[in-house]
């Protein structure tokens, strides 16, 4: 009984900040899971899916490392024209726009990780105060050895799908059709569309290695990320409200009376896993739409946030 009480809390733990499997996480805005339900007048490209139910400081990352042209793009119109300053405070919710040769370098104000962006490029950086980094075009590189711990993972979101890891040495290229993730030393995680939903029962990743619990495991060397990468955001929204949906589901059973146990709860940390790489994708294609594009979709975005973020009704 006191084992299946500690698994019970465990994963609890879970369902709010997920452990060790990723970094704590507040409430975001607009397209995400305080989104509000009405739309924006303005593109919805500063919405955030991270969530952090574990009050800590909002400290945006630090601009560390500056060359060429870099600017901060100005929500609605084409091509901002505040610059990205060197010693200054990353934009947190705002795209950065690099120019062709240009490179940022940020580092997270929690654990000191630093990420290196290439231009030309268009990323955002600590999305959502996180360790998280969104990619729609252009190259990022991890930095190996500043600031890794377990528990403080780094997610790279692609159109094509997300990278995740805690030590690596990786670079993720993100080309019109694909992203190439190269892998050079330490373990790294990737999620993409038809590995994740197992299209045509496919066991294994595009690269041939068996998948663990849904992601693939990078190994050395290049490996492409393409299948999905042209998919509709209303179909990448679909996966994600379907998977956040289950992670939900299984939260709930989690709290019934004799509903924990050690399969349920691996169940669940996986499906609440799978969810957020979902929305993650979702989020950043809803984010590049026009405005009256994106609006029939912020709701059920934000609601497939909250649903596999939160806690169902009555949790503790």
């Known amino acids: 009984m006191r084992t299946v009480r500690l698994a019970v809390a465990a994963a609890l733990v879970g369902m709010a900040g997920c452990g060790a499997c990723e970094p704590n ?37 630090r601009v560390i490392a500056l060359d060429g042209d870099a600017h901060i793009e100005a929500p609605g119109v084409d091509g901002g ?4 300053l060197l010693q200054g405070l990353a934009p947190t919710e705002a795209w950065i726009a690099l120019g062709k040769g240009s490179r940022v370098v940020a ?19 600590c999305v959502g105060y996180a360790e998280e980094s969104w990619v729609a ?3 990022f590189d991890s930095s190996a050895g500043s600031g890794e711990a377990p528990g403080n993972e780094e997610w790279v979101v692609t159109p094509s799908g997300v990278v995740r890891y805690t030590m690596a040495q990786l670079s993720v290229e993100v080309k019109p059709h694909e992203a190439d993730v ?33 992601w693939l495991r990078l190994p050395p060397g290049k490996t ?49 896993r799978l969810a957020r790489a979902a929305c993650a994708v979702a989020t950043l294609r809803v984010n590049a739409l ?17 649903a596999w973020s939160g806690l169902p009704a009555g949790g503790p």
């Open 81 to 84: 024209t505040t610059p990205l």
């Open 224 to 272: 492409k990320l393409g299948a999905g990468h042209d998919e509709t955001a209303s179909a990448t929204l679909d996966r994600c409200v379907a998977l956040s949906a289950s992670a939900r589901a299984l939260a709930g059973q989690l709290m019934t009376p004799g509903g924990a146990n050690t399969a349920t709860i691996t169940q669940q940390v996986t499906t609440r």
């Open 25 to 61: 996480k507040t409430p975001p805005p607009v397209a995400s899971a305080s989104a509000s339900t009405t739309a924006p007048t303005t593109p919805p490209a500063i919405a955030s899916h991270v969530q952090h139910p574990t009050p800590q400081p909002k400290l945006a990352c």
């Open 107 to 125: 580092r997270d104000p929690h654990t000191t990780r630093e990420t290196t962006f290439h231009g030309p490029a268009r990323a955002r950086v």
């Open 182 to 214: 190269t892998m050079s030393n330490g373990v790294a995680f990737a999620w993409q569309v038809s590995a994740a939903t197992g299209d045509a029962g496919a066991p294994t990743g595009d690269a041939g290695s068996p998948l663990e619990e849904g």
């Open 290 to 306: 026009p405005p009256a594009d994106a609006a029939p979709l912020l709701r059920p975005l934000s609601d497939a946030n909250n």
């Open 137 to 139: 075009s252009g190259s």
